[in-house]
């Protein structure tokens, strides 16, 4: 039983341990759900350790401060409900007290979560521009009404959506949130602005907050992983401020929602051109134009000293407004050019010129925008220079995102040719031009520079449509030729990830207009970087519409057609639609044998994909052939010691290994090795690979005192090759921590465990399948040290990550499914395990047949889970199923399987548990043996 229930005030319970505080719990009742001054029946020990899924020793070891678990995620779950609301429910004082007791005893620290204190340097902010100070103008009511509305309601969020001119841009939506922003600064722990036009571009802009908040995965390479830290930040920083920008469509209001539904503990703005209904749950407050004395005082003061002054200035200034439609973004943008050395005259005689050549922005019904948006829009672009000029059509076409500086080092193709440095060098000053009108706004920081959406409308909409086209291809072909770098490699992706949203945006409008190439290539080069990334519908979508492009353009036996066919397999074969995959590549194969003929380097790819199909299949018998007919190939086109030789052996020896012909691989795999090594060097990427391949054969052979220099020479090998955090040095690290977990040195494989994880959830995201396999392979070791409260979050977050990025049908899932099913069986909940087992079995049945391996260990497990049920009966045709596949894989592979005489055993035990005797036992295996066929 727990300790005797102690009295403690706050005060006191702060300088308690962890075992004395998890004691007062224990014997008060702590229950979710509960109330705090009247809580439930006392816990018993075996009664808490049967809760959280550990042995009743383990929680009186806790209760005398001895062995304390590595968290206290599972504990607080039990006693205080979801740990997610952590910093929001009534429990929160007394998680916060068993987290720093924890913490004081085993020297864990806190979440990461948990209130901390601000980052150095300041509070966290990034909004996109310094405020107007006393320039701001005649909106002082609409702000006070904001923070009424923020302090007022529950929900914290508010929503500025234009009223008079409704739908209208130009209002000066974003600048009011933003000056509300400057004024409450001292009311908040953070000022924190999203790019929220789009659901892409609002998980894209929430991610780059990871920047400004200081945190350490500001240098990850995916977003899933930067927004997760983010949101953590929020949840643990009460406080703060949030502006949702430019959130025009109901995707993106769906998009900002969904996000907000997991954010309390702060204030979030909205600005939108949605109409009032389109907010539910959320106050919606109207934005007029500026009243006319205030925008003709917003002329004067921000020109004073500045423009060519006349005597009636007041009066200019007032007409100047009210031509201006009293709107917000044409007052910008005049400001800019008066500052130039203009008088309000002079500006009017420019911005009327303008209205005579600004065709479409005259009908704001149709436009959506106020007239004076085009026609101040024209005035600003009419005295920059043709250079300037010339960029700011083509950025028209991009993003509404903000474009990275290094773009502008980048040459246009087709341009006139100058030399790099000085087209370069023009390119920065054309920016720069552009920016001293206002016409783009520049981050200096982070240098990147952004335009606002409507000057890129009104550039689109003021240009002839053959020009239009020629900027849409210019800016194609800078994209194009600024897009660099291996899609599938991380090295390249902090160049590409910034350009990968206008390079979207062009290549589809280039797709609408017909322009071919290089819009094929733009497009598969995203393609293979959302795959690489796991974001396989985006991959998808561009792969088959560059499939279509080849086919459309270049016919569909064309060579080219082969590779897209070859693309978009491997992503269906990625994402488990093997019978979609497989006539792609079945016909990849036909048009190449039909171009090259049969024995061309490329009909070899072709058939080690095909073949790497048919094995996923548990079609060996026709795998095997494909693979070493591309072998036979490989060696006939480029001799037998040629790289291309080395990969295909690794390929059979593959094979060879899977049906149990381990001695026939073993000597291809060092084949392979010597190939290799001969080409490039002992320490090429290419080597470690052939030595990982060679050690998984050595520790199948129990080998592995040989297989361990193997490995740790083929980890070295990719850390100098990739530096130290490469997924490439991650597999490394599993390979090895798998070979130190088998010699029980289970300290020493921990850490590795720990550092392949890390790595692949900087580079690839919380949420990428490698992930998955990770937090598998570290709950594994945590189950063999008994942790299985630790193991049990891994073993579930495994099992979401595989159902969110591959499906629920994948053969993967089958595995997750079978582990989180063995953890709970260990912790003897077997009820929750036997559904599991029964979906995994259904998963593998379904994904490679009824008399795949896989199946078989599948069969097992839940025919051990029923043996410990004591269903007997049920359990005895699983078993004999499971015997039959073995058998019928020897039949066919003429290779006995390595775990046929296990099962056998397994079978074995199980009718004697039934009460057959040996003859009976003997006959029944016998039996099983002519189901299987001669073999």
């Known amino acids: 039983m727990p300790a005797r229930s102690e009295d403690g005030s706050p005060g006191d319970r702060a300088q308690w341990t962890f075992g004395r505080l998890l004691g007062w719990h224990l014997t008060r009742g702590t229950r979710p759900g509960g109330s705090l001054d009247r809580p439930g029946r006392k816990w018993s020990a075996p009664r808490f350790a049967g809760?959280?899924?550990?042995?009743?020793?383990?929680?009186?070891?806790?209760?005398?401060?001895?062995?304390?678990?590595?968290?206290?995620?599972?504990?607080?779950?039990?006693?205080?409900?979801?740990?997610?609301?952590?910093?929001?429910?009534?429990?929160?004082?007394?998680?916060?007290?068993?987290?720093?007791?924890?913490?004081?005893?085993?020297?864990?620290?806190?979440?990461?979560?948990?209130?901390?204190?601000?980052?150095?340097?300041?509070?966290?902010?990034?909004?996109?521009?310094?405020?107007?100070?006393?320039?701001?103008?005649?909106?002082?009511?609409?702000?006070?009404?904001?923070?009424?509305?923020?302090?007022?309601?529950?929900?914290?969020?508010?929503?500025?959506?234009?009223?008079?001119?409704?739908?209208?841009?130009?209002?000066?939506?974003?600048?009011?949130?933003?000056?509300?922003?400057?004024?409450?600064?001292?009311?908040?722990?953070?000022?924190?602005?999203?790019?929220?036009?789009?659901?892409?571009?609002?998980?894209?802009?929430?991610?780059?907050?990871?920047?400004?908040?200081?945190?350490?995965?500001?240098?990850?390479?995916?977003?899933?992983?930067?927004?997760?830290?983010?949101?953590?930040?929020?949840?643990?920083?009460?406080?703060?401020?949030?502006?949702?920008?430019?959130?025009?469509?109901?995707?993106?209001?769906?998009?900002?929602?969904?996000?907000?539904?997991?954010?309390?503990?702060?204030?979030?703005?909205?600005?939108?051109?949605?109409?009032?209904?389109?907010?539910?749950?959320?106050?919606?407050?109207?934005?007029?134009?500026?009243?006319?004395?205030?925008?003709?005082?917003?002329?004067?003061?921000?020109?004073?000293?500045?423009?060519?002054?006349?005597?009636?200035?007041?009066?200019?200034?007032?007409?100047?407004?009210?031509?201006?439609?009293?709107?917000?973004?044409?007052?910008?943008?005049?400001?800019?050019?008066?500052?130039?050395?203009?008088?309000?005259?002079?500006?009017?005689?420019?911005?009327?010129?303008?209205?005579?050549?600004?065709?479409?922005?005259?009908?704001?019904?149709?436009?959506?925008?106020?007239?004076?948006?085009?026609?101040?829009?024209?005035?600003?672009?009419?005295?920059?220079?043709?250079?300037?000029?010339?960029?700011?059509?083509?950025?028209?076409?991009?993003?509404?995102?903000?474009?990275?500086?290094?773009?502008?080092?980048?040459?246009?193709?087709?341009?006139?040719?100058?030399?790099?440095?000085?087209?370069?060098?023009?390119?920065?000053?054309?920016?720069?031009?552009?920016?001293?009108?206002?016409?783009?706004?520049?981050?200096?920081?982070?240098?990147?520079?952004?335009?606002?959406?409507?000057?890129?409308?009104?550039?689109?909409?003021?240009?002839?449509?053959?020009?239009?086209?020629?900027?849409?291809?210019?800016?194609?072909?800078?994209?194009?030729?600024?897009?660099?770098?291996?899609?599938?490699?991380?090295?390249?992706?902090?160049?590409?990830?910034?350009?990968?949203?206008?390079?979207?945006?062009?290549?589809?409008?280039?797709?609408?207009?017909?322009?071919?190439?290089?819009?094929?290539?733009?497009?598969?080069?995203?393609?293979?970087?959302?795959?690489?990334?796991?974001?396989?519908?985006h991959a998808e979508l561009l792969t088959k519409r560059v499939l279509a492009i080849t086919e459309t353009n270049l016919g569909r036996d064309h060579p080219t057609v082969a590779t897209c066919l070859n693309n978009l397999a491997a992503l269906l074969r990625a994402t488990n639609r093997l019978a979609e995959a497989e006539p792609l590549f079945r016909r990849a194969l036909a048009i190449d044998e039909a171009s090259f003929g049969p024995d061309h380097p490329d009909v070899a790819i072709d058939l080690n994909n095909l073949a790497e199909l048919l094995s996923d299949t548990n079609r060996l018998a026709d795998a095997e052939p494909l693979y070493r007919r591309a072998l036979a190939i490989a060696e006939a086109s480029f001799g037998p010691d040629h790289p291309d030789v080395a990969r295909s052996l690794n390929n059979l020896a593959e094979l060879l290994r899977a049906t149990n012909r381990l001695a026939e691989a073993e000597p291809l795999y060092r084949r392979a090795l010597a190939i290799d090594e001969a080409s490039f060097g002992p320490d090429h990427p290419d080597v470690a690979i052939d030595l990982n391949n060679l050690a998984l054969l050595l520790c199948d052979t129990n080998r592995l005192a040989e297989a361990e220099p193997l490995y740790r020479r083929a980890l070295a090998i990719d850390e100098a090759s990739f530096g130290p955090d490469h997924p490439s040095v991650a597999i490394r690290l599993n390979n090895l921590a798998g070979l130190l977990s088998d010699t029980n040195r289970l300290a020493d494989a921990e850490p590795l465990y720990r550092r392949a994880l890390a790595i692949d959830e900087a580079s690839f995201g919380p949420d990428h399948p490698h992930v998955a396999i990770d937090l598998n392979n570290l709950a594994g070791l945590l189950r063999a040290t008994n942790r299985l409260a630790d193991a049990e979050p891994l073993c579930r977050r495994a099992l979401a990550i595989g159902e969110a990025s591959l499906g629920p049908d994948h053969p993967?899932?089958?595995?997750?499914?079978?582990?989180?099913?063995?953890?709970?069986?260990?912790?003897?909940?077997?009820?929750?395990?036997?559904?599991?087992?029964?979906?995994?079995?259904?998963?593998?049945?379904?994904?490679?047949?009824?008399?795949?391996?896989?199946?078989?260990?599948?069969?097992?497990?839940?025919?051990?889970?029923?043996?410990?049920?004591?269903?007997?009966?049920?359990?005895?045709p699983l078993m004999r199923r499971m015997v039959v596949i073995f058998l019928r894989f020897q039949r066919d592979t003429g290779h006995v399987h390595p775990h046929r005489d296990g099962a056998i055993g397994n079978y074995s035990v199980l009718l004697a548990d039934l009460g057959r005797d040996a003859a009976a036992i003997s006959a029944a295996i016998a039996d099983a043996r002519r189901e299987a066929g001669p073999g």
């Open 812 to 876: 993967n899932m089958a595995t997750r499914l079978n582990n989180l099913a063995e953890l709970l069986r260990a912790t003897n909940r077997l009820a929750e395990a036997e559904p599991l087992y029964r979906r995994a079995l259904a998963i593998g049945e379904a994904s490679l047949g009824p008399d795949h391996p896989n199946v078989a260990a599948g069969l097992n497990n839940l025919a051990l889970l029923l043996r410990a049920t004591n269903r007997l009966a049920e359990a005895e």
């Open 51 to 537: 809760a959280i899924g550990v042995n009743d020793r383990t929680v009186r070891n806790w209760l005398n401060d001895a062995n304390l678990p590595a968290d206290t995620d599972t504990i607080e779950r039990v006693l205080f409900a979801n740990i997610e609301t952590a910093l929001n429910d009534p429990y929160t004082e007394w998680r916060l007290e068993l987290r720093s007791a924890h913490a004081g005893i085993s020297g864990v620290p806190l979440p990461k979560d948990e209130p901390q204190d601000p980052p150095p340097g300041g509070k966290p902010a990034n909004l996109p521009y310094p405020s107007l100070g006393p320039l701001f103008k005649g909106r002082e009511t609409f702000l006070r009404g904001l923070r009424a509305s923020l302090l007022r309601d529950n929900s914290a969020v508010a929503a500025i959506v234009s009223n008079a001119i409704h739908g209208m841009g130009g209002i000066g939506k974003t600048r009011a949130a933003v000056e509300y922003a400057w004024a409450h600064r001292d009311d908040y722990t953070a000022l924190l602005f999203v790019n929220a036009d789009s659901p892409q571009n609002l998980e894209t802009s929430f991610a780059a907050l990871t920047g400004p908040l200081r945190l350490p995965e500001h240098t990850a390479s995916d977003d899933s992983l930067k927004r997760h830290a983010t949101l953590a930040w929020l949840r643990g920083h009460p406080g703060w401020l949030l502006i949702l920008d430019n959130v025009d469509s109901e995707a993106a209001r769906d998009a900002a929602s969904a996000m907000l539904g997991g954010l309390t503990g702060g204030h979030v703005v909205l600005t939108s051109r949605l109409d009032r209904g389109a907010w539910h749950g959320i106050t919606p407050l109207d934005l007029d134009v500026l009243a006319l004395d205030a925008a003709a005082a917003f002329l004067l003061e921000a020109t004073d000293g500045i423009r060519v002054p006349h005597d009636d200035d007041n009066t200019r200034a007032r007409e100047l407004a009210m031509e201006l439609g009293q709107l917000a973004l044409a007052l910008d943008l005049a400001v800019a050019t008066i500052r130039q050395g203009r008088s309000f005259a002079q500006y009017r005689t420019l911005w009327r010129d303008a209205r005579e050549k600004v065709r479409g922005w005259n009908q704001q019904t149709i436009t959506g925008y106020h007239h004076a948006v085009g026609e101040t829009w024209q005035t600003s672009v009419a005295l920059v220079s043709p250079e300037a000029r010339i960029l700011l059509e083509r950025l028209a076409f991009l993003a509404p995102d903000p474009v990275p500086g290094f773009l502008l080092d980048v040459a246009v193709p087709g341009a006139p040719q100058a030399a790099v440095g000085a087209a370069a060098e023009d390119a920065r000053e054309a920016m720069l031009e552009l920016a001293r009108y206002s016409l783009v706004k520049r981050d200096t920081q982070a240098d990147r520079f952004t335009i606002h959406r409507l000057i890129q409308d009104a550039t689109r909409r003021g240009l002839d449509p053959a020009i239009a086209l020629q900027r849409l291809t210019d800016s194609l072909g800078w994209l194009n030729a600024g897009f660099e770098g291996d899609p599938g490699d991380v090295r390249s992706w902090p160049r590409l990830d910034p350009l990968a949203v206008h390079a979207e945006t062009l290549a589809w409008a280039a797709d609408k207009s017909g322009i071919v190439e290089p819009t094929g290539r733009l497009m598969n080069s995203l393609g293979q970087l959302f795959h690489a990334k796991a974001r396989f519908v």
